[in-house]
T-cell receptor, first 115, second 113 residues
Framework: GQQLNQSPQSMFIQEGEDVSMNCTSSSIFNTWLWYKQEPGEGPVLLIA?????ELTSNGRLTAQFGITRKDSFLNISASIPSDVGIYFC???????????????FGKGTLLTVNP | EAQVTQNPRYLITVTGKKLTVTCSQN?????MSWYRQDPGLGLRQIYY???????DKGDVPEGYKVSRKEKRNFPLILESPSPNQTSLYFC????????????FGEGSRLTVL
């Protein structure tokens, strides 16, 4: 299946630090999405990007849709303990038959914030 | 309240005993999908459905079946579960597959002995 390469796999940071993570693919995407999963829960959508070069913010979160349409970045500023969780990038692409869209996820970045 | 509801949330079963995990959404969403989550492997798509009566295989469909007879329901069927299907399963729905804006259920943790 289609692969989204997400890095880093995990991060351990101090409260107040900024965080940056990214996602790359060998294929072009028309949409990039970032989700967060807190312990014991399902993922929740944080930010959706629909245009190459787009920079979108949601509070302390900022995400960018790469110009090449093959990558995306998520930044978290001034981290706090409740930022702990797994962050996933995701993107839809056409299946091999060209009839349906599949939504594929990266393997996630596990973020730990030390108070 | 808009939600995706999965049942059961936890299940321990034995090899070969057929089981169904139900999924229902109340948002009139066209697109529904099942994922399994395993340590180090992220979220892998099992099956998805663009609309009623339209389903397609994801990346790891072996050992699973689905049906989409009604818009709101998308059950996941394990005809003969095996230990390698022990996992955390998530159902999700979206207004459109193209937007990718999924709403996830709370997950179903399945253990096959």
């Amino acid at each position: 299946g289609q692969q989204l390469n997400q890095s880093p796999q995990s991060m351990f940071i101090q409260e107040g630090e900024d965080v940056s993570m990214n996602c790359t693919s060998s294929s072009i995407f028309n949409t990039w999405l970032w989700y967060k999963q807190e312990p014991g829960e399902g993922p929740v959508l944080l930010i959706a990007l629909y245009k190459a070069g787009e920079l979108t913010s949601n509070g302390r979160l900022t995400a960018q849709f790469g110009i090449t349409r093959k990558d995306s970045f998520l930044n978290i500023s001034a981290s706090i303990p409740s930022d702990v969780g797994i962050y996933f990038c995701a993107g839809p692409f056409l299946n091999s038959g060209g009839s349906n869209y599949k939504l594929t996820f990266g393997k996630g970045t596990l973020l730990t914030v030390n108070p | 309240e808009a939600q995706v509801t999965q049942n059961p949330r936890y299940l321990i079963t034995v090899t070969g005993k057929k089981l169904t995990v139900t999924c229902s959404q109340n948002m009139n969403h066209e697109y529904m999908s099942w994922y399994r989550q395993d340590p180090g492997l992220g979220l892998r798509q099992i099956y998805y459905s663009m609309n009623v009566e339209v389903t397609d295989k994801g990346d790891v469909p072996e050992g699973y079946k689905v049906s989409r007879k009604e818009k709101r329901n998308f059950p996941l069927i394990l005809e003969s579960p095996s230990p390698n299907q022990t996992s955390l399963y998530f159902c999700a729905s979206s207004l459109s597959a193209y937007t990718g804006e999924l709403f996830f259920g709370e997950g179903s943790r399945l253990t096959v002995l």
